[in-house]
């Protein structure tokens, strides 16, 4: 429930619009620019990754890993995977919003990264506590998909593979 309301919250208080897109193409740029940033946490994940990988005590680059590395690494490795879902779903949605929702797309990209970073604060507390980071990431994700296939299949079902 918390996802929506940020959302919608953004939306209606933050006082920015999307520039006109009247191209499919300018709206896949903009997609772009905007999932550019939301691999700052997955950028961040690696460094940190690297740093404690470094500075663990493993001597062996192949054997076990301490906890604080296996941490970083099963976080940048599952915010890939999510990215690579986020960027696809995005691109798709943007190509069906009307000009003047469009402002969502840099919103939705703000909530990916916040959420992967509160992801990986709450990993790293325990793993109990991560639930509230991955559904913020995974149910935006899920909404996506499941608007991006109504629209494909419902709304313009002679556009499918044009």
């Not at 940033?37 to 062996?60: D, K």
């Amino acid at each position: 429930l918390l996802c929506p309301c940020l959302i919608y919250g953004a939306y209606a208080f933050l006082p920015f619009d999307a520039p006109l897109l009247p191209t499919v193409s300018a709206r896949l740029l903009y997609t772009l620019r905007c999932a550019a940033f939301a691999t700052f946490p997955i950028v961040l994940g690696m460094i940190v990754s690297g740093i404690s990988r470094l500075c663990s005590s493993a001597l062996e680059p192949f054997g076990e890993l301490q906890r604080e590395v296996e941490i970083h690494r099963t976080y940048v490795s599952q915010s890939v995977h999510l990215f690579i879902l986020y960027f696809f779903n995005m691109a798709v949605l943007a190509t069906y919003l009307p000009q003047e929702v469009l402002k969502l797309i840099p919103l939705l990209t703000g909530l990916f990264a916040i959420s992967r970073l509160i992801y990986w604060l709450s990993y790293a507390v325990g793993r109990s506590f991560r639930v509230f980071g991955f559904s913020m990431t995974f149910l935006p994700l899920l909404a996506m998909l499941l608007w991006n296939l109504y629209s494909m299949f419902v709304l313009e079902p002679d556009n499918l593979l044009a």
